[in-house]
């Protein structure tokens, strides 16, 4: 398995390209499934995950080339075949419950393997089935799967989620576009990512109004046709980059960044000293060379603070100046990555969801590892700020969400690299 070695201590100056957002690709790819014309989507990233749905995809009879790289994918599903979405495929990735929704109001049927657990807590899809179940959709829990089912099509309704889900509101999307009448969505996602995907399903022929507030209509239309659709930049990737002058020192720019899908992070990151601003070419932050001062975060769905930043934001608080406190609201169990920062001389003390760090001045350099995407990351950050090496173990969560990772970093002067594993 690979590993990431890391030198500390160098201050960063550059630009970095910020990907198309892995998590919008990831719901945008599966609205191929409601219509036989092709879907285009450009800005996409190169990421495993990526390849995980475009091979649920295929499974389903979908076929899908890749372009310029894997940068843009065509996806076509005018001879859909499968209607089941096998335990192997699923298993790798929770996003893939996202195929639910759209095979059910296109075929009227769909078997879909329940997700496992999963390292950052229980992660339940209930609400994905209940919105289906709402829209009347038969839904039976079998030998692992959900076994749903809409012979005569699915109808307009009104589904209101008691808390705000992503990926609910998304599934629901994608097969309210093709229900009988009208569909309301109560307390939806306003997140980017929901934006993007009620964007180009409109391109696609959908009536949908509302996206971005917590209030989403929906008028099902009888067909949709083929589009083509850019992916919104990925604001965790950019939240991300933003850290890393913050962390190291020195100045990044993050080409493509929009300030206006990060700006709760941007501010608790200005509240610690930084100077952050909007380019002509996207987000600059700059180390003003005084040590970061503490800050309390409280995640919560957009437009709070991103639970996908918060393991990031720990890096950075792990040197700040005096006590800062994190409370994540989303998921249970998402501070994976404070053990593993306390061997790095951290000193973190977390209570349920409540983290409080006591900033140090300098971490020091160990081998770690991480069981998630976002943790694994937070590490790698912590190795640019620390004395000495830093080795991080498990690489493969991050090949799930950032592109070309130690190019971008080495690239702006981090001493980072890849060593292939055995
Ligand atoms: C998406 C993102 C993930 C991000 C999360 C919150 C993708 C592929 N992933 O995940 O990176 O961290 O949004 O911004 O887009 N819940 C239930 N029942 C359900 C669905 C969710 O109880 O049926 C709970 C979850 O356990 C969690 C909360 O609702 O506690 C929010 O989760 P949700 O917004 O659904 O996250 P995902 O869509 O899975």
């Given at each position: 398995m690979d590993s990431i070695l890391i030198h500390g201590g160098t201050p960063l100056a550059g630009r970095i390209p910020i990907a198309g957002a892995k998590n919008a690709c990831l719901a945008l790819m599966p609205a191929t499934l409601l219509s036989d014309e092709p879907l285009t989507l450009t800005n996409c990233p190169r990421l495993s995950d990526i390849r995980t749905m475009t091979q649920l995809l295929q499974s389903l009879g979908a076929e899908v080339s890749q372009l310029q790289g894997g940068q843009v994918l065509v996806l076509s599903s005018h001879d859909l075949a499968g209607v089941r979405a096998d335990y192997d495929i699923v298993r790798k990735m929770r996003a893939s419950i996202l195929v639910l929704g759209p095979l059910v109001a296109r075929r009227g049927r769909a078997e879909v393997s329940l997700p496992g657990g999963c390292a950052i807590g229980a992660r339940p899809v209930d609400l994905h089935l209940r919105?289906?179940?709402?829209?009347?959709?038969?839904?039976?829990?079998?030998?692992?799967?959900?076994?749903?089912?809409?012979?005569?099509?699915?109808?307009?309704?009104?589904?209101?989620?008691?808390?705000?889900?992503?990926?609910?509101?998304?599934?629901?999307l994608l097969a309210a576009v093709l229900a009988r009448g009208t569909t309301v969505i109560r307390n939806a996602a306003r997140e980017p990512e929901v934006v993007d995907l009620a964007r180009c399903l409109r391109r696609m022929g959908a009536r949908i109004a509302g996206e971005g507030t917590g209030v989403i209509e929906i008028?099902?239309?009888?067909?949709?046709?083929?589009?083509?659709?850019?992916?919104?930049?990925?604001?965790?990737?950019?939240?991300?980059?933003?850290?890393?002058?913050?962390?190291?020192?020195?100045?990044?720019?993050?080409?493509?960044?929009?300030?206006?899908?990060?700006?709760?992070?941007?501010?608790?990151?200005?509240?610690?000293?930084?100077?952050?601003?909007?380019?002509?070419?996207?987000?600059?932050?700059?180390?003003?060379?005084?040590r970061p001062r503490a800050v309390d975060v409280v995640t919560a769905p957009f437009p709070g603070f991103p639970t996908d930043l918060q393991a990031q934001m720990m890096a950075l608080l792990c040197i700040a100046e005096g006590e800062s406190v994190l409370e994540e609201r989303i998921f249970e169990n998402r501070f994976m990555h404070a053990p593993e920062l306390l061997r790095m001389g951290a000193r973190i003390e977390v209570h349920g969801g409540t983290a409080r760090v006591h900033g140090v001045e300098r971490l020091r350099g160990a081998p770690v590892m991480a069981t998630d995407l976002r943790a694994s990351v937070s590490l790698i950050l912590a190795g640019l700020a620390a004395a000495g090496e830093t080795v991080v173990s498990r690489v493969y969560h991050l090949d799930r969400g950032y592109e070309r990772l130690e190019a971008k970093l080495s690239a702006v002067g981090a001493r980072i690299e890849r060593v292939q594993g055995t």
């Open positions: 919105a289906l179940e709402a829209l009347g959709a038969a839904m039976d829990l079998r030998d692992g799967y959900v076994h749903a089912s809409a012979p005569s099509g699915l109808r307009g309704a009104v589904v209101e989620f008691p808390f705000v889900s992503v990926g609910a509101t998304e599934n629901l008028e099902g239309v009888d067909r949709l046709a083929g589009a083509t659709h850019p992916v919104v930049v990925d604001r965790i990737e950019l939240g991300t980059y933003m850290l890393a002058p913050a962390i190291a020192g020195g100045e990044v720019e993050c080409l493509g960044g929009r300030l206006d899908l990060v700006a709760a992070f941007a501010d608790t990151l200005a509240r610690t000293g930084m100077e952050v601003r909007a380019t002509a070419d996207g987000v600059a932050v700059r180390h003003g060379g005084a």
